[in-house]
């Protein structure tokens, strides 16, 4: 069905949904979580992902309370934004011509960073109304609104033109979604020789079945975590051909570390994500591949 478009957004082009995806977006619309809240208030780049590389323990030895919790929550935000531009960097060579989509775009931060970083266009889809609008108005606060725009549609049948694309990626977003369903909308998307880079969790296969861990980390978000080998093998069937393997669980932690000791941005899943990581059963993996 198609809606109206409102202030933000380009046009509304959601296919029939499940009964889960459904769930998924009154989810996302609802929410207001201030560990995504707050870290983007620092400097308006909001990313709906965790973050990697080395924290900046002082942090934890400031003696003025209001400083610590700022100075945490700063350098949260960093580690968070170092993943975004991990992954943009991943993308390129990219030139200001090209057209970039990111898929499970959240309020916008990757789309930003991305554009930031080659000067490129990106269309920016979710599937919660409520992010697509204000990730539309940040956009037009930047004043790049004609070059970043962001749609309320569904990543896995988006609307949007065949074969346009130079990159496209997915981060922290692939756990909601059928993999196959996914990577046959981003091969299409993409030019011959386009792009594709994929960061995300999930479960260590090599061990069996999914972790309670990892169980619970669903339960959590409401999502279906996969397996390390499905990514791989989804797409082989869907033209997308791997070129980079690079496993970020050891970079990952100090964040969740570092998260755990926020008193006012814990949400009670931070322990489970580290013991999850430390016993090999889930593993955080960024995935490069071409399409053919």
């Given at each position: 069905?198609?809606?109206t478009?409102?202030?933000?957004?380009?046009?509304?082009?959601?296919?029939?949904?499940?009964?889960?995806?459904?769930?998924?977006?009154?989810?996302?619309?609802a929410?207001?979580?201030?560990?995504?809240?707050?870290?983007?208030?620092?400097?308006?780049?909001?990313?709906?992902?965790?973050?990697?590389?080395?924290?900046?323990w002082?942090?934890?030895d400031?003696?003025?309370?209001?400083l610590?919790?700022?100075?945490?929550?700063?350098?949260?935000?960093?580690?968070?934004?170092?993943?975004?531009?991990l992954?943009?960097?991943?993308?390129?060579?990219?030139?200001?011509?090209?057209?970039?989509?990111?898929?499970?775009?959240?309020?916008?931060?990757?789309?930003?960073?991305?554009?930031l970083?080659?000067?490129?266009?990106?269309?920016?889809?979710?599937?919660?109304?409520?992010?697509?609008?204000?990730?539309g108005?940040?956009?037009?606060?930047?004043?790049?609104?004609?070059?970043?725009r962001?749609?309320?549609?569904?990543?896995?049948?988006?609307?949007?033109?065949?074969?346009?694309?130079?990159?496209?990626?997915?981060?922290?977003?692939?756990?909601?979604?059928?993999?196959?369903?996914?990577?046959?909308?981003?091969?299409?998307?993409l030019?011959?020789?386009?792009?594709?880079?994929?960061?995300?969790?999930?479960?260590?296969?090599?061990?069996?079945?999914?972790?309670?861990?990892?169980?619970?980390?669903n339960a959590?978000?409401?999502?279906?975590?996969?397996?390390?080998?499905?990514?791989?093998?989804?797409?082989?069937?869907?033209r997308?051909?791997?070129?980079?393997?690079?496993?970020?669980?050891?970079?990952?932690?100090?964040?969740?570390?570092?998260?755990?000791?926020?008193?006012?941005?814990?949400?009670?899943?931070?322990?489970?994500?580290?013991?999850?990581?430390r016993?090999?059963?889930?593993?955080?993996?960024?995935?490069?591949?071409?399409?053919?």
């Amino acid at each position: 069905m198609t809606l109206t478009p409102d202030a933000f957004t380009a046009t509304v082009s959601l296919p029939t949904q499940s009964t889960y995806q459904n769930r998924v977006a009154d989810y996302w619309n609802a929410e207001a979580n201030p560990v995504n809240l707050e870290l983007g208030r620092i400097d308006d780049l909001y990313h709906h992902h965790y973050g990697v590389g080395d924290a900046d323990w002082s942090v934890l030895d400031e003696p003025d309370r209001g400083l610590r919790k700022e100075r945490i929550t700063a350098e949260l935000h960093r580690l968070e934004h170092a993943q975004a531009e991990l992954l943009a960097a991943r993308l390129g060579p990219l030139t200001p011509s090209d057209r970039v989509f990111d898929a499970g775009c959240g309020r916008g931060g990757g789309s930003v960073t991305a554009h930031l970083r080659y000067g490129c266009h990106a269309d920016g889809v979710t599937i919660s109304a409520k992010q697509a609008e204000f990730a539309g108005e940040q956009a037009r606060r930047r004043g790049i609104d004609d070059k970043v725009r962001y749609h309320h549609r569904n990543m896995l049948d988006t609307g949007l033109e065949t074969g346009a694309y130079t990159a496209s990626w997915n981060n922290e977003s692939t756990m909601y979604v059928e993999l196959d369903l996914l990577f046959a909308e981003h091969a299409r998307l993409l030019r011959r020789g386009g792009r594709y880079v994929v960061i995300t969790g999930c479960y260590n296969d090599t061990y069996g079945q999914a972790s309670r861990e990892v169980s619970l980390i669903n339960a959590h978000y409401i999502c279906d975590i996969h397996p390390r080998s499905a990514y791989f093998r989804a797409m082989a069937r869907n033209r997308l051909v791997p070129f980079h393997v690079e496993d970020l669980t050891a970079t990952a932690i100090p964040y969740w570390e570092l998260r755990r000791e926020a008193d006012h941005l814990v949400t009670g899943i931070e322990d489970t994500f580290l013991t999850a990581y430390r016993n090999g059963s889930f593993q955080y993996l960024l995935i490069a591949a071409d399409r053919v």
